[in-house]
Structure formats: structure tokens, C-alpha cells
């Protein structure tokens, strides 16, 4: 007799029940994790008798490019994992309210004859009553309450804030920007009837890049993963990809396969260094430095010492830096001011959304110019206009745009520019030239001289 004794009696099995069962599904449905997840990864749901037994990773994304590797495996633990959210028993169901609150609140509604505002008013005036409440933050204390007095509750705060500070002083924010517009469609417009203002989860919990709204007037411009793949040179940082873009994180380690180099920059040896060619240890909080401290050597070596082809087309191309700025007079000397408008210019102040659409100076002619590409070109009615070309948008001429007035210039301005670190001020003289616009001829000058 051999002394390893297989198990083949049905009743020492029983165990492997629990997976047959778990595969008797009626059907499958497809479906993603609208959570707090952006990555709306494709999977099969399978679903016995309305309950969510088993989750498995769709298989039929279209290939995106031949060139490029397929979206597929497609997914992440959290979302595997999401079926057991569903029908955990933690799973928060119920309003739950901080204890002291509650007890408050009841209490002073009923001295109050049952009028809520008035409740909470007195609570807001009474020093002892809100630091009863407020210093029990953090210590957990939750109570299950109903929807009817909880919501009672949030009107009585909100009327109270309105009357006492003014609407607009009630500010509230939608949870997911792929998503929220819609499914939190009622918060938003409460606030919008209500006269108070919405945040975006950004201001929230400062995830992702501020830029995006501020630069292209909507919430995220997810750039798309894929296209890691074509980068010759990536630089990860602020960002564990396995942790935190897990269903694309496989574009960032196969592109290693078309000769990619990778660096990542992060205080700790984090899992997405091993895919690299060199880990940064950077300390915290000192990525803006080291990327100031690069930005030096590229203007200092590429520039400075020795102006390369490639980065003054770069400059030229993908930054604002040849677009005019105003430079406005404060005092004895001059300041930077806002970007000079396509509409301040007579020949141009009837065009579409004139008001979002810049201006360069062409080296070849030193005429003005409207280049391509600004936000008023992205909300044309015609489109077609909104790329990075170097060509004029009203007149479709190619143009090369001016970066410098130093050799070329009506005269030089001593400006005064602030040092927002230090908090001080130092005056420059900038070389400027003089456009004629509807208010008159006036002063402007590149960014970059700025
Ligand atoms: S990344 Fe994860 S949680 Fe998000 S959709 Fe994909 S599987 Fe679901």
C-alpha cells in the first residue's frame, strides 16, 4: 500500500459543491462597476435566480489597432471582488447619522414645538450644544435613522444656511465625473434651484489633475492607455498604475516590448518600478522641484546654450508660448495681463466665439495671426478647426509663429513681475511690440518673454 492515499469517496468532496453550484447559472449579462471607477471594464455577470454568483472578464473587445496590443484581460481585484459588496452584510443600506447629533437634534426640536429650522438654528448658536457634536467626528458613533428625519434634518441646515449666509453659501458635489451628471442628476439641480453652487469630486478628494477642467472646461480628458504603447519614453509618477489604472496597466509593461524606456518617480519601490528601466526615489513633495530642476536643464542645454531645431518646433507648436498677452500699465511701470482676444482686433470681432480665440505673430510676414486649436475653435459650429496646425483659422495660411520680440520689437517695457515663493516683486524690461486694437494701440508681448 502506497503511503499517498487518494480521496475518493463522494463524501470527503462535498466541498467541491460549492463551485459546481456556483457555475449553475440561468444566465449572463453584461456588465461593468459604475462605483467609484472610471476604467468601465466589460464583464460577464452570472446571475441565478436574480443573485450575482460569479463574475468573469468579457472577451470581445475589438482589436483597437494591429499594432497595438488587445485590451484583453480586461479587469481588476476590486471589480472580481464586486459581487461581494453587493450582498455583504456591511453594506451601508440605511441612513446612519452620528449619535450626538441625533440626540441633539431631537432634542431641540421638540423645544422648539417641532419646527426644525428653529431646531437647528438654536443648535448653530449654542457654542456648548456644537462642540458636543463636532468634536465626536472621527470617533465613529453612527446611529441607523430614518430617511424622513434625516432629510428633515439636511432641509432644517440648508434653510438655515441660506437665510443666515445666503444661498450660494450651500455647495455641494457630484461623487463620480464619468458618471454623476445623470445618476446624481437631483443633486445637481437642487443646488442649481437653490441657488447653491456644485464642486466637482475633484475639490473633493483632489484626485487626478485640477488642468483638465481649468484648460479644457470639462472634467477628465482620460488619455488613452493604449497609446502607451507608441511612447518612446514614459515618466510614471504620482500614479502606482497596478494599483491604480490595473485594467491598463498592461499597455505600460508590454510597451517595454516596443522599446520603451520607463522611469518611475516615487518615493517607494512601488509596484510599477519593476516594469522600469530606473526608479527616482524622489523624496515626498519634492516632485515639482525635480521637475522645475528639468525643465532648467531642457531650456539650459536645448536652448540657452545651443538653440535646437527640435525644441524651438516643440515650443512653437504645443505650447502657448508665442501667444500675445496684453501688458497693462500700473503705476510707473507695466504688468503682465490676459491673453490678447481674436475680438479685440477689428477684422476679427464678429468672428465665432472671438473671445476664446488667441493671436501669434507670423515671423515670416509680422502679421497677426489666430492659430488653430484655441477654445473658441472647439465650440465652432462648423468644427474642423480645433487641432494643433500651424495654420490661421481665418485664413488657413500656414504661419510660424513669432517666440521673441527681442531682435524685433517697438521698444522695451520695465515690467514687474512677482516671485509668488519669495512673495517679492522684480522689474524686467520686456521687449513689446504695439497692435491696434478696437480700445486703441496697445503693448503686448509673447509668453515667453513674459
Ligand atoms: S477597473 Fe476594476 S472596478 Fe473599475 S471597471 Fe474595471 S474591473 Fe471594475
Known amino acids: 500500500m502506497s503511503w499517498i492515499e487518494d480521496i ?98 431631537r432634542e431641540e426640536k421638540e423645544k422648539a414645538g417641532g419646527n426644525p429650522v428653529i431646531a437647528w438654528e438654536n443648535i448653530q448658536n449654542d457654542k456648548e450644544k456644537r462642540a458636543r457634536y463636532q468634536k465626536a467626528r472621527g470617533k465613529g458613533g453612527f446611529r441607523r435613522a430614518s430617511w424622513d428625519e434625516i432629510l428633515e434634518l439636511i432641509a432644517a441646515a440648508n434653510i438655515y444656511t441660506a437665510k443666515k449666509h445666503g444661498p450660494d453659501r450651500v455647495a455641494g458635489f457630484s461623487p463620480i465625473p464619468a458618471m454623476s451628471m445623470i445618476s446624481y442628476a437631483a443633486g445637481a439641480r437642487f443646488l442649481q434651484l ?27 480628458d482620460v488619455c488613452e492607455s493604449a497609446d502607451w504603447y507608441n511612447s518612446k519614453f514614459i ?21 517595454r516590448h516596443n522599446g520603451t524606456k520607463a522611469v518611475v518617480f516615487s518615493p517607494d519601490f512601488s509596484q510599477v518600478c519593476k516594469y522600469a528601466d530606473q526608479w527616482v526615489p524622489v523624496h ?35 505650447t502657448d508660448s508665442p501667444f500675445l498677452i496684453h501688458l497693462d500699465k500700473e503705476g510707473d511701470h507695466y504688468v ?51 487641432n494643433m496646425k500651424l495654420e490661421c483659422s481665418e485664413s488657413e495660411m500656414a504661419f510660424d509663429p513669432v517666440l521673441t520680440t527681442i531682435k524685433n520689437n517697438d521698444g522695451v517695457l520695465q515690467t514687474e513681475f512677482v516671485e509668488f515663493g519669495l512673495d517679492k516683486k522684480y522689474s524686467r524690461g520686456v521687449p513689446v511690440k504695439y497692435i491696434d486694437t478696437e480700445n486703441g494701440k496697445v503693448p503686448v508681448a509673447t509668453i515667453t518673454m513674459c
Open 194 to 220: 437653490f441657488g447653491g453652487f456644485n464642486l466637482s469630486f475633484y475639490d473633493w478628494y483632489c484626485d487626478l489633475p485640477t488642468h483638465f477642467p481649468e484648460m479644457w472646461g470639462e472634467q477628465t
Open 284 to 318: 515626498p513633495g519634492s516632485d515639482n522641484a525635480f521637475w522645475m530642476a528639468v525643465t532648467h536643464v531642457i531650456l539650459k542645454e536645448f536652448h540657452h546654450n545651443k538653440e535646437t531645431p527640435y525644441f524651438i518646433d516643440y515650443v512653437k507648436q504645443y
Open 235 to 255: 515618466a510614471d509618477m504620482g500614479a502606482c498604475l497596478n494599483m491604480t489604472r490595473t485594467p491598463d496597466c498592461h499597455f505600460f509593461a508590454e510597451s
Open 336 to 386: 503682465p495681463g490676459r491673453l490678447v482676444r481674436a475680438g479685440e482686433i477689428s477684422k476679427w470681432k464678429d468672428i465665432e466665439n472671438s473671445e476664446w480665440k488667441f493671436l501669434n505673430i507670423d515671423d515670416k510676414t509680422g502679421e497677426l495671426v489666430v492659430p488653430k486649436g484655441a477654445m473658441g475653435h472647439r465650440w465652432e459650429k462648423n468644427g474642423g478647426k480645433w
Open 8 to 105: 475518493i469517496s463522494p463524501k470527503t468532496r462535498q466541498w467541491e459543491e460549492f463551485y459546481r453550484n456556483r457555475f449553475q447559472h440561468d444566465r449572463i449579462v453584461r456588465s461593468t462597476h459604475g462605483v467609484n471607477c472610471t476604467g468601465g471594464c466589460s464583464w460577464q455577470i452570472h446571475v441565478k435566480e436574480g443573485i450575482v454568483v460569479w463574475e468573469t472578464q468579457q472577451l470581445d473587445y475589438p482589436l483597437l489597432e494591429n499594432s497595438l496590443p488587445p485590451y484583453e484581460p480586461r479587469g481588476c481585484q476590486r471589480g472580481i471582488s464586486y459581487s461581494w459588496y453587493l450582498y455583504s452584510p456591511l453594506r451601508i443600506k440605511y441612513p446612519l447619522i452620528r449619535g450626538k447629533l441625533l440626540d441633539i437634534f
